[in-house]
């Protein structure tokens, strides 16, 4: 009987199906989803700054509007000179701080979105 030739074995290889985690491995954006102390720290430290930055806005607005009284008790008799304060002086002002917050604000948010990605 003819002798059959052996069958050959075909290797194929591809791309791992799973990415293996080395132990060295860092992921911030796990540990945040997992609420690790590590994420927490991470989520706090975001808070805390952002909270530094609604603070400051608030103290130059106290500074602005606080002594506002003070000054307009000191002139009674200056009422034009109140609503010009209020309707026109103050505007600019509030506009120039809102507008800084709200780069400020988003700057940490993506100072934090780089930190997490990044690593």
């Keep these: ?11 194929v290889t591809g791309p791992p199906r799973r990415a293996r985690r080395s132990s060295g491995y860092y992921r ?6 997992e609420q690790t102390t590590l994420g927490h720290t991470y989520v706090r430290s975001l808070m805390r700054i952002q909270l530094r930055t609604g603070l400051t806005v608030f103290a ?3 500074l602005l509007i606080g002594p506002l009284p003070l000054v307009f008790a000191a002139a009674p ?4 000179l109140e609503w010009a304060v209020l309707g026109f ?8 701080l809102a507008r800084w917050y709200v780069r400020r604000a988003e700057r940490n948010e993506r100072d934090f979105v780089r930190l997490v990605e990044d690593r």
Aim: charged share 30%.
């Design 1 to 11: 009987m003819p002798q059959e030739p052996a069958e050959r074995r075909v290797v």
């Design 28 to 33: 911030p954006r796990t540990e945040i989803d």
């Design 60 to 62: 130059v607005l106290a």
């Design 77 to 80: 008799d200056a009422r034009r």
């Design 89 to 96: 002086g103050l505007y600019p002002p509030l506009v120039l």
